[in-house]
């Protein structure tokens, strides 16, 4: 069984940083192409970032692109989500996803595991 484990999150004020760092155990992540999503309070869940198992690209969501930058390593078997610049709508709880193949669809149903979430804060 595949578990994701997020950490990272915390309160930050506009203008900040933050990193989310995903941990993947049960299977090696290099068997996965992995995905940030987030989810706000009254809203649907939304695709963030995602990198694909091959490496090739990065895809991202228009609003955080030139801000976020999502990473792995996957000798540590974890997946990173660099956030700079934050803003207040970027408040939200934050979900690693993983899924088998080698695409990063941005449809919540496409993903096969999802971690916990961890909370973003963003202060005006």
């Known amino acids: 069984q595949v578990q994701l484990v997020e950490s990272g999150g915390g309160m930050v004020q506009a203008g900040g940083s933050l990193r989310l760092s995903c941990v993947v155990s049960?299977?090696?992540?290099?068997?996965?192409?992995m995905g940030w999503f987030r989810q706000a309070p009254g809203k649907e869940r939304e695709f963030v970032a995602g990198?694909?198992?091959?490496?090739?690209?990065?895809y991202y969501e228009d609003s955080v692109k030139g801000r976020f930058t999502i990473s792995r390593v996957n000798a540590k078997n974890t997946v990173y989500l660099q956030m700079n610049s934050l803003k207040p709508e970027d408040t939200a709880v934050y979900y690693c996803?993983?899924?088998?193949?080698?695409?990063?669809?941005?449809?919540?149903?496409?993903?096969?595991?999802w971690g916990q979430g961890t909370q973003v804060t963003v202060s005006s």
């Open positions: 049960g299977r090696t992540a290099r068997s996965y192409s």
């Open positions: 996803t993983a899924k088998s193949g080698y695409s990063v669809p941005k449809i919540v149903g496409a993903y096969d595991y």
């Open positions: 990198i694909p198992r091959s490496l090739e690209n990065t």
